[in-house]
């Protein structure tokens, strides 16, 4: 199975095929790194804080393998017809030669994933003694008398425990034979199997001193130790976000830069717990959240294209504060760190996007009386009515240009972007309350 996986990698290598689909912000870093480990045919442990997609290049692992492949039809461990191992299936193979009846298995079925728990049982994860068999006359010694767990289970397949430091320590001693000498032992009794499993999991640094450590004999079983990341650059983090978020409305793709602005600004404040990190699905669920608000307001004000704008970013903002773990020393001022971060990221993707545009005709007419008011239930159109008349300037349509809008929700959102990066500039005033936002 290692060798099928270093020859499918090396294919995909030689013909330009991406084996990692759906992985960004790692093709510098952590993919040679893995890939290497998979060529040597190393077990693999992946070590970085929450949310660096750790799972999912995991998952795409399975990938690697062959599409179908063989298996003794009825076999508790998935055996090759030509490679029986168990004494069942090497009886059935001498008894029926080539009646032996066969099946076909798909890689996703090869791909087996453990989240670790403390409650987690050696059973579980290597096998026991199997009672009923015992009770239909075996002797206890018998090999046929166990019931596999799901390691061997695993066999010519991929095994991948999930946050392994969870796991109690004595599981994990569980698992050195299985890793090393490819043998299991049961109540005393070792059954010898040539298992071919790829053992690959995950783990956060710091949960080797809060919840749990890996055992040093362990750690030394895996023969690669790969660092992960959170992405290193802004478009790698607004692909993730575009990648993972299940979006109910239009998200401009102004406002997912910010989100990913304001993610990256949280992992560099010092205010922030870094050792617990930002997860990437900080800001998915942010994208996720400001879709719905403006969904809602679709739905209520019976707006017939539901676009999410500035305005609903504040509503991300209040239900996303309890997945950030700031220092001991903020007792009080979460909120006041996350609306600073949210503003220092809107300023920049209005520099990065409306930069040399004057806005100066705009600061003009609010300064002569005119105010403009938007919300969270305030539509659209209701938003572009109360636009300042500009003459024959064509502000508008440039700053709409700039952000790509389009249709009546992208056009008031990116001149509410406009009017925000005044507010931020202090070149206009805004009131908020009751539900409404009025810039003057």
């Not at 998952?59 to 179908?68: Q, Y």
């Amino acid at each position: 199975m290692r060798a099928e996986i270093r020859d499918n990698l090396l294919s995909a290598l030689r013909d330009g095929r991406d084996p990692w689909p759906g992985i960004h912000g790692f093709e510098a870093t952590v993919i040679p790194q893995l890939e290497r480990a998979l060529l040597a045919g190393h077990d693999i442990v992946l070590l970085g804080e929450r949310g660096q997609g750790k799972t999912r290049l995991l998952r795409t692992l399975a990938g690697l393998l062959d599409e179908w492949s063989p298996v003794i039809e009825g076999s508790e461990i998935g055996e090759h017809p030509y490679e029986p191992l168990t004494t069942a299936s090497r009886r059935r193979a001498a008894e029926l030669g080539d009646d032996l009846p066969v099946t076909w298995r798909h890689r996703d079925e090869r791909y087996v994933e453990k989240l670790a728990t403390p409650d987690t049982s050696v059973a579980d994860l290597i096998g026991d003694v199997d009672p009923m068999k015992v009770a239909e006359g075996r002797a206890l010694g018998d090999p046929e008398t166990i019931h596999f767990g799901l390691v061997p289970r695993s066999h010519r397949g991929i095994v991948a425990i999930n946050e392994l430091p969870d796991l109690a320590e004595r599981i994990q001693v569980a698992m050195l034979n299985v890793m090393e000498e490819r043998d299991i032992q049961i109540r005393g009794y070792v059954l010898r199997l040539p298992l071919d499993v790829l053992v690959v999991a995950s783990a956060n640094p710091e949960d080797y001193t809060n919840r749990g450590r890996i055992i040093t004999p362990l750690k030394d079983r895996f023969g690669a130790e790969i660092r992960t990341h959170y992405p290193t650059t802004l478009a790698d983090e607004v692909a993730v976000i575009r990648q993972e978020a299940a979006l109910v409305a239009d998200v401009p793709d102004h406002l997912v830069e910010i989100l990913a602005r304001f993610a990256r600004a949280l992992r560099e404040s010092s205010a922030v717990d870094q050792r617990s990190g930002v997860s990437a699905r900080f800001a998915i669920a942010g994208a996720e959240t400001i879709a719905a608000a403006a969904l809602h307001r679709a739905a209520r004000q019976g707006e017939e294209h539901a676009v999410a704008r500035p305005v609903d970013l504040e509503s991300a903002v209040d239900v996303l504060a309890g997945k950030i773990q700031f220092e001991s020393g903020e007792e009080g001022r979460e909120d006041e760190v996350l609306d600073h971060l949210l503003r220092t990221a809107t300023a920049e993707t209005v520099r990065a996007h409306l930069r040399g545009v004057d806005l100066g005709i705009l600061v003009s007419a609010i300064q002569s009386g005119t105010l403009v008011t938007t919300g969270e239930q305030v539509t659209a159109r209701q938003v572009l009515a109360g636009l300042p008349a500009l003459g024959e300037s064509e502000l508008y349509d440039t700053v709409c240009e700039r952000l790509g809008a389009t249709n009546e929700g992208q056009r008031a959102g990116a001149i509410e972007l406009a009017l925000e990066g005044l507010y931020l500039a202090r070149r206009v005033s805004k009131e908020t309350g009751d539900g409404e936002t009025v810039y003057g």
